[in-house]
């Protein structure tokens, strides 16, 4: 199990639009990089990327608009769509994008331009708010096929595995994850990766808000 404190990352990233590698989530990198600026134009041919807001706030500008985000609050940009990122006072931005398979990597596959739409942005508190049912998680956010869910802890989870790997960050409280041979404690901005097939489980003694990246299963 590998576990990421943002915090500590964050202080290596010195400099505008430096990026940090945190960790591989099957074939998805998860970054976080820092903004202060103007990024240049550019789009991705074959891939979406999903940004995530840490610290600060950043705005995700398009051709069709932009979206000013702060911590836990995220958008995904789809492939082929023009954008930047951009901010007039530093932030810290996650940023997840696909890395694990060749096929897909920008220009391996031809161009694909989206012929309109709007960006959505999702904040992951009000999504957290609609939930009734602990440890039961709701999909707020895709980038290809990762699926980005929320879902609250509390108390102790029934041991279970995935076939891919999974991302478990905390957003709010504190957690434990737990596999049968290690454990992580994880505090807000603190984030473990389970590796695919490791029975795994979330305890919180209090209320708890995880944000959870994996495989989507459709």
């Known amino acids: 199990m590998l576990k990421v404190n943002l915090e500590e ?8 639009f430096l990026m940090v590698s945190l960790a591989m989530v099957d074939y998805y990198l998860v970054s976080l990089y820092s903004c202060h600026g103007a990024m240049a ?12 807001g840490y610290s600060g706030t ?3 500008e ?3 608009g932009g979206v000013a985000i702060s911590f836990a609050e995220l958008v995904t940009v789809p492939k082929g769509l023009t954008h930047r990122s951009l901010s007039l006072a530093p932030a810290m931005l996650l940023l997840v994008q696909t890395r ?6 920008n220009g391996f596959q031809p161009s694909y331009r989206p012929k309109g739409g709007k960006l959505q942005k999702v904040s992951v508190a009000q999504e957290a708010a609609r939930l009734n049912d602990i440890f ?3 999909r707020i956010a895709r980038s290809d096929s990762l699926a980005v869910s929320v879902q609250i802890c509390l108390g102790t989870q ?11 960050f905390c957003q709010y409280g504190q957690l434990l994850v737990e596999s049968e041979s290690q454990f992580a404690p994880l505090n807000r901005g603190e984030f473990a990766v389970v590796a695919a097939r490791e029975r795994h489980r979330i305890v919180a003694r209090e209320p708890a808000t995880a944000l959870v990246m994996a495989q989507a299963d459709n």
């Open 9 to 16: 990352q964050a202080r290596k990233l010195t400099k505008p």
């Open 41 to 52: 134009w550019h789009r991705h041919l074959d891939e979406d990327e999903l940004f995530m």
């Open 58 to 60: 950043a705005t995700i």
């Open 62 to 64: 398009t051709t069709w």
């Open 100 to 105: 694990g398979l060749v096929s897909r990597r």
């Open 136 to 138: 039961t998680p709701r």
């Open 158 to 168: 029934q041991w279970h595995a995935h076939q891919g790997d999974q991302l478990i």
